[in-house]
């Protein structure tokens, strides 16, 4: 039997649910995906940090409700977050990065990929920082340190689109697409179009898990930008940073200017898109639009995503499904996992040798 040993990185919201996950599904995926995880380490800026070989207890760690610096109480815990510390010293295949994202610097989150991959471990990670800023450099380091990177949930959480692209829309042509790609936003524009008011809307959005640690970055569109630019980069071959890409997002629209809008058969959406041109070229953006109501994004509610690919040969592909949620998350945090699990990554050669 396959036991995979992770170290979580930020146990807020996503790695929580990962935790709550593996505490009770480790014996069905088992069975039908073939591997099993071990949690050997955890670091949290709030509580602490705990390292253990022998592996921690998933269901003891998702029920207690552990204090300030609460780590410490465990078996090799300390109240000091020494996320560096666990990455490198937990003895972990893989690391799952789940800290929050930085649009501007991408770290801590890349100083953890890249002491990972020194240390010969694969991550997985939801946060957008490392794929935006850092993807073509994590993605050499890796390759040269004989260790995976995977990102799904960088972009519309657990539904997949990257892989879906890269793999099943291969030889599709793709020349551009076009999205809602940020639930937060999505939901507070439905909500408010009910008369609930901006900062209400956030609250729950907040509340609900879907929002970034600083709401900002999904109301102004700098979390859709890194979105737009990891697509780009993956998908259409683009070498984008995030200043390349014009951005705005939904803070300066009323429940009045969303009610104008519907009662003239349109509806407000962030929508954030980018497309090649003749000449190779790929320009980039995110706005509100005012969508006709029979467009296919102007039904999307919720904290639901959905991206149209434009590409030569099928004409438009679109794909709807959760764009943010805990569990929504811990799932594309799975999925990569499986993803090592069937690489010829050291992961997969270690099984076969078992
Ligand atoms: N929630 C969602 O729907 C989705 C989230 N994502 C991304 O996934 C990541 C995690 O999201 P989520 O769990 O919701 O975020 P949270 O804010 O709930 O959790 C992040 C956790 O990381 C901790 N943290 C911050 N810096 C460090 C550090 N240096 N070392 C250790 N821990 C640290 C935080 O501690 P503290 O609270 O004390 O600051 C917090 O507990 C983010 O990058 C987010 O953008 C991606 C797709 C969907
Ligand atoms: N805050 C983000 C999480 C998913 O990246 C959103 O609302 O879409």
């Not at 929002?211 to 993956?234: H, M, Q, S, Y």
């Not at 467009?295 to 040969?313: C, D, E, K, R």
Request: proline fraction near 4%.
């Amino acid at each position: 039997m396959t036991i995979y040993t992770v170290s979580l990185i930020g146990f807020g919201g996503v790695n929580r649910a990962l935790a709550e996950l593996i505490a009770e599904r480790n014996e069905t995926w088992q069975r039908e995906l073939g591997f099993g995880l071990n949690i050997v380490g955890v670091s949290d800026l709030h509580l602490g940090s705990v390292i253990s070989p022998n592996g921690i207890d998933a269901r003891m760690l998702t029920a207690t409700r552990f204090e300030k610096g609460g780590f410490a109480n465990l078996s090799g815990g300390s109240a000091e977050p020494r996320s560096l510390h666990v990455v490198r010293s937990a003895p972990a295949d893989i690391v799952v990065e789940a800290t929050y994202t930085d649009p501007a610097t991408g770290e801590p989150a890349i100083s953890h990929c890249r002491a990972a991959f020194e240390a010969g471990r694969s991550v997985v990670t939801t946060n957008k920082g490392p794929v935006a800023l850092a993807a073509a450099e994590l993605k050499a380091m890796a390759a040269a340190c004989g260790v995976g990177f995977e990102y799904e949930g960088a972009v519309m959480s657990g539904t997949p689109v990257i892989r879906l692209a890269q793999s099943a829309l291969a030889g599709a042509e793709i020349t551009g697409f076009a999205g809602i790609l940020n639930g937060t936003s999505n939901f507070v524009l439905g909500r408010m179009q009910t008369g609930l008011g901006f900062a209400e809307a956030v609250a729950e959005a907040q509340a609900a898990g879907y929002a970034e640690a600083d709401p900002t970055a999904d109301v102004e569109g700098f979390d859709v930008r890194l979105k737009v630019v990891i697509l780009a980069n993956e998908v259409l071959g683009a070498t984008l940073t995030p200043d390349q890409v014009d951005c705005a997002g939904i803070s300066a629209l009323t429940p009045a200017a969303l009610a104008e809008a519907e009662a003239a058969g349109t509806r407000w959406k962030l929508i954030g898109s980018a497309a090649r041109d003749a000449s190779g070229r790929i320009t980039a953006a995110v706005r509100a639009e005012r969508l006709p109501l029979a467009h296919p994004l102007a039904s999307v509610s919720g904290a639901v995503n959905a991206i149209t690919f434009q590409t030569g040969l099928l004409g438009d592909v679109t794909v709807t499904g959760p764009g943010a949620g805990r569990i929504e998350t811990a799932f594309a945090l799975l999925s990569d996992i499986v993803a090592l699990h069937r690489k010829a990554t050291p992961l997969a050669l270690r099984e076969a040798a078992e």
